[in-house]
């Protein structure tokens, strides 16, 4: 069974070399660009484009006051499943990001901490 049915459809089966995606809107359409993990020499391509047209903008008066006019979406559903996949997908392989102290951050930071304590104190 495959957890991403979108991603499928689109064409999309190894689901695990997906690195990141980016979205932008051109004037007409939304194009969804997805990089993969590739190796430096592969014969595939590092990337891949999809475009999704919006939806018409000039319809006709008497259809603006019909309820499908109301329900018509600013983008393609499949666009919207697709980037609700992608973003499960891709936090998934981030990692957690993992609180360090401040002293192994930089083994100055007490020094300073302490020349700066007494010029506060004078201010408040």
């Known amino acids: 069974m495959n957890d991403y049915p979108t991603l499928k459809e689109l064409g999309i089966h190894a689901t695990a ?20 993990y590739r190796p430096a020499k592969a014969l595939r391509s590092p990337s891949q484009k999809f475009t999704f047209a919006h939806p018409r903008k000039a319809i006709p008066g008497q259809s603006r006051l019909s309820q499908s006019f ?29 609180a360090e102290p401040l002293a192994i951050v930089n083994p ?5 901490l302490a020349e700066a304590r007494p010029a506060a104190e004078c201010l408040g």
């Open 17 to 36: 070399t997906i690195k990141r995606f980016s979205l932008r809107r051109e004037s007409d359409r939304d194009v969804l660009k997805i990089h993969f």
């Open 70 to 98: 109301a329900e018509l979406a600013p983008s393609s559903p499949v666009l919207r499943s697709a980037l609700v996949e992608l973003e499960q997908l891709t936090a998934q392989q981030r990692p957690a990001p993992q």
């Open 108 to 112: 100055a930071a007490p020094n300073r």
